[in-house]
């Protein structure tokens, strides 16, 4: 894709000079400005979409751009047009939605709002923002890639952020209210790596954690006019502590945001020792500059890492022991995530940036399979984390494109049912008897209960087809008020091993929330780090579960013992551990981490897997390690 401004600034031929010519004359510009600022003055704010970390959407030209301790805003004047261009900084496709917006004084949406694609794309997009007031534009496929827009009526004091604001799902409320403070406080430690939550104490020994929000005024609700460095943090964080039982073999992380040496593209996968609590490992594969590790599986044989590749087009394959690079296979537009098929032991990946989930042989050899998620003619379903059942004939997929989620029949490779969903759904779990499964709305802040058959999704007494669980329910959004577990944004919804309990990462609120699968209600809620976002289970010694959290802006991962004391209920369930996921002096590496150590949490995966399906296929030396109950999670 060829920029417009840089083709304005280099061509030398009459055509393009007449072209500056007229648009100096338009806007009324002297003779005297260089020719930048004629080219700044097309597009009010360019965004140019890259892989990160960070400034995932950043401001590179345009009078818009502002250093107000991000790279990803832009304050602009009513009419500005804004540039978003997915070029040569990206390997892979994006979408530029738009999350939230202004509303007008009758309260009707910001003209041109809402904005969005059909489907993720390569080129540019550009949007004409009229209504004074805040905009956040979203990557439906990364929702961590922001750009804020503050449209800004130059005869009120302070910036506009408009008196509301309303997402994409229709939420609406006050510039004022607590989910509108906790979104700008979010966009503003998303968007610079500095603001990241640093718990290693040989770099941070007081464990602090600030946020500095610039001291401009901004103009909020009923013209009160407050500077937005109100909304700064400054606070202290948990440093590492270690789980007082062992787990059973090692916990892989994706440290998506890790730069190393060798590359220039971001990520690392890092292995933690659940017996000593050491990092031991830690895969760049700085020979395929991988990019963006985002999400993790492994064979039968508990031999190799499956690796997608979230900003390019691969999966690689590489040796779980020697970190040796085994493939690195071309699957499609952003790979999301990997998981077997307990029957074959072939390998599925969802195609985020598409419509399907390919099927791969075992060890990803080669292409058996595209398994589409929606039916001929529709609009791709951008299929984020899929599910597979215990028996290998059941996958699902929750599809952030189009606001549902497909049950495959694996056999055939056909659609057996698609139901609708909150907004933006991005991850399942499924209970290990496949008789329903969890969605994830990571706009809405909702779970979806989906039955697999019968209506097997608790409601009171009885069992219904289908039931929203609510993760806000005790929120006020406007003043903040909480009166029990809360999770907003949230992400990784896996179901326990023996089908107990449904632990959700929350993003936004930087919570852990537990569902218990018998009421289908939130139980239990625990604190977590910045972009709370992956969970999977993993044995632990002796009998019972962890389950194991990772954060994209922190460098730790938590240990979560859902049952202390054993009695199947998760309402004293605690975290009991804290691994910091930068590299030691024991670590095992293939490249040297340079910057954002260890940050960037995403995928988790336990070694052995402790799965009804999967536990069944380990390898002896894993089984010996293992309970009879653990290697039979359900009678
Ligand atoms: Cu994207």
């Known amino acids: 894709m060829t920029n417009p401004l840089r083709v304005l600034s280099t061509a030398s031929c009459r055509l393009a000079a007449g072209v500056a010519l007229a648009a100096m004359m338009i806007l009324g510009l002297s003779w005297g ?53 997915g070029g040569s900084e990206t390997e892979t496709v994006h979408t530029t939605t738009s999350l939230l917006w202004p509303l007008k004084a009758d309260s009707s949406d910001a003209d041109n709002m809402p904005f969005d694609q059909a489907a993720a794309f390569r080129g540019a997009q550009s949007v004409t923002l009229h209504t004074a007031g805040l905009y956040v534009f979203v990557c439906k496929l990364h929702p961590f890639m922001l750009a804020a827009v503050i449209v800004d009526d130059g005869a009120t004091e302070g910036l506009d952020l408009g008196e ?6 229709g939420l609406t409320v006050p510039t004022t209210s607590d989910l509108a403070a906790r979104l700008l406080r979010a966009f503003f430690v998303i968007t610079n790596p500095q603001n990241y939550q640093d718990h290693n104490p040989a770099t941070n020994p007081g464990f602090t954690w600030q946020v500095n929000l610039p001291a401009v005024p901004v103009r909020v609700t009923g013209g009160l006019v407050i500077p937005l460095s109100a909304l700064s943090i400054d606070t202290t964080l948990g440093g590492p502590f270690t789980p007082a039982f062992p787990g059973v073999g090692e916990v892989w992380v994706d440290t998506e945001y890790e730069n190393t040496a060798g590359k220039k593209k971001p990520g690392t996968a890092t292995a933690v020792d659940t017996t000593t609590w050491q990092v031991t490992k830690k895969a760049a594969l700085p020979q395929i500059n991988m990019n963006n590790p985002h999400n993790m599986w492994t064979d039968r044989d508990q031999k190799v890492i499956y690796q997608t590749q979230w900003f390019s087009n691969k999966l690689a394959v590489f040796d779980r022991e020697t970190l040796k690079l085994l493939r690195n296979v071309n699957v499609g537009h952003a790979p999301a995530h990997v998981m077997t098929r307990v029957d074959t032991d072939q390998v599925h990946v969802s195609v985020n940036g598409d419509g399907h989930v390919i099927e791969l042989s075992p060890l990803a050899g080669h292409v058996d399979r595209r398994i589409p998620v929606q039916f001929q003619g529709e609009n791709p379903g951008h299929p984020h984390a899929h599910t597979m059942s215990f028996d290998g004939h059941t996958m699902v997929t929750p599809n952030s494109n189009t606001a549902d989620s497909t049950r495959i029949d694996v056999l055939s490779g056909t659609i057996a049912d698609k139901t609708p969903t909150g907004t933006l759904p991005i991850a399942t779990g499924m209970m290990p008897d496949a008789t329903k499964y969890y969605v994830s709305n990571y706009v809405d802040s909702t779970i979806t209960c989906i039955s697999i058959g019968a209506p097997s999704c608790k409601s009171g007494a009885g ?33 326990s091993p023996h089908g107990k309990w449904v632990i959700t990462a929350n993003t936004l609120t930087a919570t852990i929330t537990i569902i218990d699968t018998a009421t289908d209600e939130l139980v239990a809620g625990l604190p977590c780090s910045a972009g709370c976002h992956g969970v999977n289970f993993g044995a632990k010694a002796g009998g019972g579960y962890y389950a194991y959290v990772s954060s994209k802006f922190s460098n ?4 979560v013992n859902p049952d202390p004391n054993g009695d199947g209920s998760a309402v004293d369930a605690a975290v009991v551990g804290r691994v910091v996921l930068v590299a030691g002096v024991g670590t095992f590496t293939d490249d040297t981490p340079t910057l954002n150590k260890g940050m960037g949490g995403q995928g988790v995966l336990a070694i052995p897997l402790p799965y009804l399906g999967w536990v069944q296929n380990l390898p002896q030396f894993w089984k010996d390690q293992l309970t009879p109950e653990q290697q039979q999670p359900i009678p």
């Open 33 to 85: 400005q260089p020719i930048e600022l004629v080219q700044a003055q097309s597009f009010a704010a360019v965004f140019q979409l890259n892989d990160g970390p960070g400034p995932w959407f950043r401001c590179s030209a345009g009078r818009g751009c502002v250093a107000a301790g991000t790279q990803s805003l832009a304050v602009v004047s009513p009419g500005s047009t804004i540039r978003f261009i």
């Open 164 to 169: 509301q604001i309303r997402l994409v799902n």
């Open 556 to 559: 730790d991962l938590l240990v």
């Open 463 to 495: 069992t219904v087809a289908v039931k929203t669980i609510n993760l806000l329910a005790n929120y006020n959004p406007v003043t903040g008020a909480v009166t029990g577990p809360i999770g907003g944004l949230p992400i990784q919804t896996p179901v």
